[in-house]
């Protein structure tokens, strides 16, 4: 069960929507995806001196060679499945919008290079020895790696929206639900992701590009009906038990759910096309009957908040283990085709997916709606 409070991308059943603030990079121009090639890129270059310290280079200038070639060698190779491969495939010109998209998608590869290169250039003109430039690098590469990792672990959407549930807004929710029902709220627990979209149709990069699709639906869920035919996709109305077969059978075009649960369920076996929208968080719901928990005795009510808190508190590691895995986004790509998005492109969608879902979540709970729009603004800002 979930929750439907207008956070910026997620829905009914399946969640609440992830907000402008949910990824506060992206109005300083940074992307998740782009931090994630910079890791790669430094990797590259750790790799590569690792190699140096076992084999040292002899020549003066073949250490900083060594280390620009591979790099470049791998950005042109990403260059190629980025953009040359898919206008191949799709018979399109090379534009100088793809020329900008190839830059901004290949530049963060190179991001950790100059600073190690520089090491290994004052090796050659004979400043240093080149076993202490190889150690002056890796050590830069290592602080460049720590520094990218820390930045991915604290701007990670999945992380904020939980700060969001488990702070002072979350309590509130739980207040309001006991009053006006006769469940109690025992806490919010992580999925194993964002959610994204996949399709058997086509690469899709923008939302212009999902019109036309027939996306399943949740039942019930009018905010994710709503989010489904701004960008003019058709929802259709399946049962979690029949997505499989619905999706085999081409009677859906396609669906939204973290990539856990797209490899988990066999989605990657019935679907070709991922988009790394990370457009909705869509949390569990544990509630417990208020007058069973008061039935108990103080002692074993202690015992279920507590199981429940130490349950929840594992279910955020184990994903974020599954986000950072061959189970989540790291095996994606060895099964389908994925197209990550940029800064821009993340903000396309969000000004396309948002302002309707936000209506329809406003029509589902009513008077109260506006007040509860504000004060999810206001805990999401402060979860920066």
Known sequence: MALPIPTSQETQPDGILESDREHPEAARGISHVAVARSIYGLLLVMTVLEAMEIHPPHAGWAGPELLVGTLLAVALAEVYSDVFAGLFAHKKRLCRDALGHLGRETAPLLIGLPLPVAVLVISALGLVGIHHAIDAAQIIAYTSLLICGWWMARNLGARQAARVLDGPFGQRLADDMAARTKLHLLGFVSPPGLHILT???????????????????????????????????????????????????????????????????????????????????????????????????????????????????????????????????????????????????????????????????????????????????AATAAAR
Request: no cysteine.
């Open 199 to 377: 399709n058997s149709d086509r690469p899709v990069a923008s939302p212009e590009e999902m019109w036309g699709l027939r996306l399943r639906a949740i039942p019930g869920s009018k905010p994710l009906e709503a989010m489904i035919r701004a960008v003019g996709a058709s929802p259709m109305r399946v049962s979690s038990r029949e997505e499989l077969a619905a999706l085999a059978s081409g009677s859906v075009d396609g669906q939204m759910s973290p990539p856990a649960v797209v490899l988990a369920r066999g989605f990657d076996r019935v679907q070709r096309y991922a988009t790394l929208t990370d457009h909705l968080y869509v949390p569990y719901v544990w509630l417990f009957n208020k007058a069973a928990l008061a039935a108990l005795s103080d002692d074993d009510r202690r015992v279920v908040e507590q199981a429940a808190g130490l349950a929840r508190a594992r279910a955020q590691k184990l994903a974020l283990t599954l986000r950072q895995s061959d189970q989540g986004t790291g095996g994606l790509g060895k099964r389908m085709s994925v197209t990550p998005l940029n800064a821009a492109r993340r903000a396309a969608f969000k000004a396309a997916l948002r302002p309707p879902v936000e209506d329809a979540v406003l029509t589902e709970i009513g008077a109260d709606g506006p007040r509860w729009l504000a004060e999810l603004s």
